[in-house]
C-alpha cells in the first residue's frame, strides 16, 4: 500500500491504494471554485488518468460544504476576457469524458457547478445537510455543465425546470431520489464511507471497469460534448449581460 499526499494553497490530493482523492481547500470560502483551482483540477484529473497507479478518483471538499460553485468576484472579473474561461470548459469536458470512475462525496452546500458536476460522476455519497441548487437564472445566467441536457433526461423538463429555472434547492434524500446520489451516510462517516465505496471500485479489475464505463457513456458521448460547448458559449455571453452584473454586485455588495 503506497500512500502520498500533496496540498497546494486550495487544492490537496491524496494518493493511496488506488485512489486519488481530490480535495477542495477553501473552507472559508465554502469551496467556491477559482479559476486557479479548476487549472488545478484539469492538471489532476488528466495526470491520473494518465497514470496506471490510479484506479479511481474521489471529489470532496474540505470544512463543511462541498462547493459553493464558481467564485463570483473572480467570474466576475473572468468574464471580460472570455479566454478566461475557457479553463472551465476543459474542466467540464475533463471530467465528463473521464476514462475511470469518478466519485463524490457531498455535503453542506454544492451550488451551481458544485451540484452540476455530480452529474458526471459514477458514484455520489452524501451526507445531510446537503443543500443542492443551481440559481443559474437568478443570477442572470443559464445552466452549465450539460445539465440542460442530463437534468432533463433524468427527471423530466418539469422536475428539470424547478431545479435549473427556478433554482430550488434540494436536500440528500430528494438527490437520491432523483439519482444524483447513490448512498446518504451519517456525517461523520462520509468520507470513510465514500474512500471505502471508491477502494472497492478501485480493487475491480481495472480494464474490465474502465470498458464498462465506456460502454455506459459512449451513446451519449459526442451530443454532450456539443451541449457543454454550447451552454458555455451562452454562458459566457451571459456573464457580460446587466442582469447578471447586477446579480454579482449583489452579492459582493451584501452585508
Ligand atoms: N463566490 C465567492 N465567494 C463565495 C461564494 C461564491 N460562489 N460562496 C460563498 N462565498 C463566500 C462568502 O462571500 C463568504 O465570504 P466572507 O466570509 O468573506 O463574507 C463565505 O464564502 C461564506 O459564505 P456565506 O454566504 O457567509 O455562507 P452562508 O452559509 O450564509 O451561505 C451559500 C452559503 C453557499 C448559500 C452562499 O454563500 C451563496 O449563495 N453563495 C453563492 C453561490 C453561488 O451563487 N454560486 C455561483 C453559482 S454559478
Do not use: W
Not at 45 to 66: N, W, Y
Not at 93 to 108: D, R
Not at 158 to 187: S, W
Not at 206 to 217: D, I, Y
Amino acid at each position: 500500500m503506497s500512500e502520498k499526499s500533496e496540498t497546494s494553497e486550495l487544492l490537496s490530493t491524496r494518493h493511496d491504494s488506488g485512489v486519488l482523492e481530490l480535495v477542495l481547500n477553501r473552507p472559508a470560502k465554502k469551496n467556491a471554485l477559482t479559476l486557479a483551482m479548476y487549472a488545478g483540477l484539469v492538471e489532476a484529473l488528466e495526470a491520473a488518468a494518465d497514470d496506471d497507479q490510479i484506479q479511481a478518483v474521489l471529489l470532496r471538499g474540505e470544512g463543511d460544504s462541498f462547493s459553493a460553485g464558481n467564485d463570483i468576484a473572480d467570474f466576475a472579473t473572468a468574464a471580460q476576457q472570455p479566454d478566461n474561461l475557457k479553463i472551465i470548459v476543459r474542466f467540464l469536458h475533463c471530467i465528463a469524458e473521464f476514462p475511470k470512475p469518478l466519485m463524490a462525496a457531498v455535503q453542506g452546500d454544492a451550488v451551481g457547478i458544485g451540484t452540476t458536476m455530480l452529474l458526471h460522476c459514477d458514484l455520489v455519497v452524501a451526507a445531510e445537510p446537503l443543500r443542492c441548487q443551481t440559481p443559474f437564472v437568478k443570477l442572470g445566467l443559464v445552466p452549465e455543465g450539460g445539465s440542460s441536457l442530463l437534468l432533463p433526461q433524468r427527471i423530466g423538463q418539469r422536475h428539470a425546470f424547478e431545479l435549473l429555472v427556478e433554482g430550488r434547492p434540494f436536500d440528500a434524500e430528494r438527490a437520491q431520489e432523483i439519482g444524483l446520489v447513490n448512498q446518504v451516510v451519517a456525517p461523520d462517516q462520509l468520507r470513510q464511507a465514500a474512500l471505502e465505496r471508491a477502494g472497492q471500485v478501485a480493487a475491480l479489475p481495472a480494464e474490465a471497469v474502465r470498458l464498462s464505463k465506456q460502454l455506459l457513456k459512449k451513446e451519449q458521448q459526442s451530443q454532450l460534448s456539443r451541449v457543454l460547448d454550447e451552454e458555455a458559449t451562452l454562458f459566457g455571453q451571459r456573464l457580460l449581460s446587466a442582469e447578471a452584473r447586477q446579480a454579482f454586485l449583489s452579492f459582493m455588495q451584501k452585508p
